[in-house]
């Protein structure tokens, strides 16, 4: 999939990470990606994104369209010309804009879902929560900005967990065709972290017992990034066998 270069600001993103046992993950995942593992577990979340002023890199800011979107991401690993690549499998996109919906898969990567946003933020508390139309989709995180992570994350700190997300700037989403994938690869002009103490966080998608049996999730680690400007890049498809998973 070619697309333009898009140009844009990225006012909020949250990444609300969870550890998760390699084995449960892999059976989410298509033939082509085996999971990322730091310290034994795979590394799963949810992206909570605001953009600003997104458009083509050749067009002024003023035409730039602003939205909410939210993606379940998995860290992931593949095998392409004799090299392992590192990045994230993102098997469902939410978004605010009714354009997203209507570009994505064409415009913007992967097959995106409209939903209703609630947003309450200041400098240091942020609550997001969302509703997709279609209804499987309840997501919502609060937390307040603090210093550390947790001492159950798998991470060594936050500069550990910093790194780390920093090289999954590829990533591959669904699409309507069950063995094609969408790349788009993010380069950020300046990357800088804070940690999130998390009050509250649900996810249909993460609390589902037939996915994630007990015990085999746990929640790590949440990030947040404010007002980076940043560049999308659109990446060559990704094919492969349809997932291994029988049960979404």
């Known amino acids: 999939m070619r697309i ?3 140009s844009g600001l990225i006012e909020r993103r949250i990444l609300a990470n969870y550890h998760v046992d390699p084995d449960v993950i892999t059976r989410l995942l298509p033939s082509v990606f085996r999971p990322q ?4 577990y795979a590394i799963a979340g949810i992206c909570l994104i605001r953009l600003k002023n997104v458009r083509p ?9 602003g939205s ?3 993606a379940h991401r998995i860290a992931v690993e593949w095998d392409a010309d004799g090299e392992i690549r590192q990045g994230v499998y993102i098997p ?7 354009f997203n919906v209507w570009v994505g898969g064409s415009l913007f990567p992967g097959v995106h879902h409209h939903a209703k946003f609630a947003v309450l933020e200041s400098e240091s508390h942020l609550s997001i929560g969302l509703q997709s139309d279609d209804g499987s989709t309840r997501i919502h995180v609060s937390g307040s900005v603090t210093d550390e992570l947790p001492d159950t994350s798998v991470f060594s700190g936050l500069a550990d967990a910093s790194r780390f997300f920093a090289m999954g700037s590829l990533g591959y989403s669904v699409t309507r ?3 094609r994938f969408d790349g788009l690869e993010l380069r950020c002009e300046n990357w800088a972290v804070e940690a ?4 509250r966080i649900e996810s249909t998608f993460f609390d589902d017992k037939k996915r994630f049996p007990e ?5 790590d680690c949440a990030l947040l990034m404010r007002n980076i400007r940043h560049q999308w890049f659109g990446r060559e498809d990704l094919c492969c066998n349809p997932s291994r998973q029988k049960t979404r």
């Open 4 to 6: 333009p270069v898009i």
């Open 37 to 40: 593992l730091v310290n034994g």
């Open 57 to 65: 890199r050749f067009l002024p800011v003023p035409f730039g369209i």
């Open 68 to 70: 909410e979107n939210a």
């Open 92 to 98: 469902r996109r939410d978004t605010s804009s009714a």
């Open 177 to 179: 065709s069950k063995d």
């Open 196 to 199: 999130l103490e998390i009050e």
């Open 215 to 219: 015990g085999s999730i746990s929640f």
